[in-house]
């Protein structure tokens, strides 16, 4: 069965100093990762994805995830932090089959000035 | 670009009501689903139709059911409500797998039903 584990529950950081949100998955084969934030009292909205092409994948807001099967890690990176970035970020995996979603407990980011 | 229309908003009822949420797919979209986001809580899938046919289900209780239409509108229908049913109710949708851009599922933003 796939499953995600995000590592932090809340993770906090200064603006302008970089991100890093830690994600690990399990999968019996090759997966289909994503990222989504939720800013407070939104829906999800799709950051980036990895399906099986670039291990490096570049997403939106400067965010980006590297896809590492050694290491089952697919963790979200960004250089500099906005105050803008402060919200709710899941982990995702596709189940295969119907796209069945399964998402990560989620890792609160706040930033600080 | 059109985006997953989720009506209504919000929603309040009190216990032992119903409730139902609608939920309009991206256009030449096959596939909705449902999730369900307690407080504090990640979205759980309840159910997702393909083609106006159930293709999977979660954890969704036998209180809920949910169709989806010929037009690929999808409602989630919930009976008795309970308390513990307050929560975001999110509706996503996408093309199956197998089709070009498959596997990316776009969420709407969301009913917050509260019961009281």
């Known amino acids: 069965a796939q499953s995600v584990t995000q590592l932090d529950s809340h993770v906090s950081v200064s603006e302008g100093t970089p991100v890093l949100l830690r994600c690990n998955y399990s999968s019996s084969y090759s997966p289909s990762l994503f990222w989504y934030v939720q800013h407070p009292n939104k829906g999800l909205q799709l950051l980036l994805k990895y399906t099986s092409a670039a291990t490096l994948v570049k997403g939106i807001n400067g965010f980006e995830a590297e896809f590492k099967k050694s290491e089952t890690s697919f963790h979200l990176t960004k250089p500099s932090a906005h105050m803008s970035d402060a919200a709710e970020y899941f982990c995702v995996v596709n189940s295969g089959g119907y796209n069945k979603l399964i998402f990560g407990a989620g890792t609160r980011l706040a930033v600080h000035p | 670009a059109a985006g997953v229309i989720q009506s209504p908003r919000h929603l309040i009822k009190e216990k032992r009501e119903t409730a139902t949420l609608k939920c309009y797919p991206i256009p030449r979209h096959d596939t909705v689903y449902w999730y369900q986001q307690g407080p504090g809580q990640d979205p759980q899938f309840l159910i997702s139709?393909?083609?106006?046919?159930?293709?999977d289900k979660g954890s969704i209780p036998d209180r809920f059911s949910a169709q989806q239409f010929s037009d690929y509108h999808s409602e989630l229908n919930m009976s008795s409500l309970e308390l513990g049913d307050s929560a975001l109710y999110f509706c996503a949708s996408s093309l199956l797998a197998g089709h070009s851009g498959a596997n990316v599922l776009t969420f709407g933003a969301g009913s917050r039903l509260t019961v009281l």
């Open positions: 139709f393909y083609e106006k046919m159930q293709s």
